[in-house]
């Protein structure tokens, strides 16, 4: 992984913080509601905690920005209607 670390262990403080915010935005209307999606969103999660000093509220704002732009509903069906790469 080249980005920075990822954190490895969680308290349950933690892990209440990151449940809860995985609960509201899979919640939402525009979440893909699909086990994939909910999967890759919770990886993202776990991958994405700072290892450093948390800010809650920017953290779950980074979260939800990251979750509009790979899991919203809206992407999908753009998704879809794109025009696949032509291959040479």
Not at 1 to 9: L, Y
Not at 18 to 47: G, N, P
Request: proline share 8%.
């Amino acid at each position: 992984m080249n980005g920075p670390a990822s954190k490895t262990t969680f308290g349950p403080d933690e892990l209440g913080m990151l449940k809860d915010i995985f609960i509201e935005i899979t919640s939402q209307a525009w979440f893909v509601q699909t086990a994939e999606a909910k999967e890759s969103f919770a990886r993202y999660l776990f991958a994405s905690f700072p290892t450093d000093a948390l800010d809650p509220q920017a953290h779950r704002a980074a979260c939800e920005a990251a979750a509009r732009a790979l899991f919203s509903r809206g992407r999908e069906a753009n998704k879809a209607s794109e025009t696949p790469p032509r291959t040479p």
